[in-house]
């Protein structure tokens, strides 16, 4: 029977310990800063333009007249349930007015011509400082109306 021994010093420990806590803080961070859903390239668009708005929409898949208007609106510091029930829908699509709360932004509105066979559909981009942070799709009207997120047209 063999014994195997092992002298450490206390620098040794240390350095160990050291190793050991590093490592720990690198898997930690890393696990917090990933959490398994896939980035939405939504998220990273530029809409400072006019241009880069209508070069978006018709990535989707979407034929328009032109800007029908814009608006400016401040993101209310809390959400009541209709704020809270948008920002689901933006959720869906990879974004998030959580942290957009109080700050001004842009709604530029789109008269959407080839969503299925309605014509009073329209579509708006939600922008601050340039760059995409939330969008949709709605019928106002009060026999068809619907608001979901702005996603790939399937119906051309």
């Known amino acids: 029977m063999q014994i195997v021994t092992f002298k450490l010093r206390p620098k040794q420990i240390f350095g160990a310990i050291l190793a050991i806590t590093g490592i720990t803080v690198i898997i930690l961070t890393f696990v917090s800063n990933h959490n398994g859903k896939p980035v939405d390239a939504a998220t990273f ?9 209508k070069a978006y929409l018709t990535s989707l898949g979407y034929t328009f007249e ?3 208007h814009s608006k400016n609106i401040v993101i209310p510091s809390e959400f009541n349930d209709v704020y809270k029930d948008y920002n689901n829908i ?4 990879g ?8 700050k001004s932004a842009v709604i530029y509105t789109y008269n959407i ?3 299925k066979n309605n014509k009073n559909v329209i579509a708006d981009l939600l922008v601050e400082n340039g760059v995409l942070i939330g969008a ?14 702005l996603e790939k047209n399937g119906k051309t």
Not at 95 to 102: A, R, T
């Open 45 to 53: 668009v530029s809409c400072s333009t006019e241009e880069e708005r």
């Open 90 to 93: 933006q959720k869906q699509q």
């Open 95 to 102: 974004f998030n007015l959580e942290k957009y709360k109080g």
């Open 136 to 149: 949709d799709l709605c019928d106002p009207s009060a026999e068809d109306g619907f608001l979901i997120a």
């Open 113 to 115: 011509t080839n969503y």
């Open 66 to 68: 032109k800007e029908e």
